[in-house]
């Protein structure tokens, strides 16, 4: 079993930068799609941005530009740089990964959701 631990989230002011960490346990890391989604109260859970194992990313229209998705096989972990943040990105931040990922999470070669979640890291931006 897989295990994720998020951490790098943290209180900014609006136009500020954090750069969040997902770092990964177990096997078959490098040849895994990594998505980071977010999940505010009363809302339901966005993907934010995705990249495969050859290295293709896509990014959630409203951050396009701003957020960057990137990952580090030899040390099992991906990272999300986020730049001029907005009050609206204000979500808890997690990790997942899988054979692909969609809008709802990832998934293994059968379709079938890879519940392999963090604890999370929260990300709040004052206006």
């Known amino acids: 079993q897989v295990q994720l631990v998020e951490s790098g989230g943290g209180l900014v002011q609006a136009g500020g930068s954090l750069r969040l960490s997902c770092a990964a346990s177990?096997?078959?890391?490098?040849?895994?799609?990594i998505g980071w989604y977010r999940q505010a109260p009363g809302k339901q859970r966005q993907l934010v941005a995705a990249?495969?194992?050859?290295?293709?990313?896509n990014y959630l229209d409203s951050v396009k530009g701003r957020f960057t998705i990137s990952r580090d096989n030899a040390k099992n972990t991906v990272y999300l740089q986020m730049n001029s943040l907005k009050p609206e990105d204000t979500a808890a931040y997690y990790c997942?990964?899988?054979?692909?990922?969609?809008?709802?999470?990832?998934?293994?070669?059968?379709?079938?959701?890879?519940?392999?979640w963090g604890q999370g890291t929260q990300v709040t931006v004052s206006s």
């Open positions: 997942n990964l899988g054979a692909y990922c969609s809008v709802y999470g990832c998934y293994d070669e059968l379709g079938e959701a890879v519940d392999y």
């Open positions: 177990g096997n078959g890391f490098s040849i895994n799609s």
């Open positions: 990249i495969s194992s050859s290295g293709d990313t």
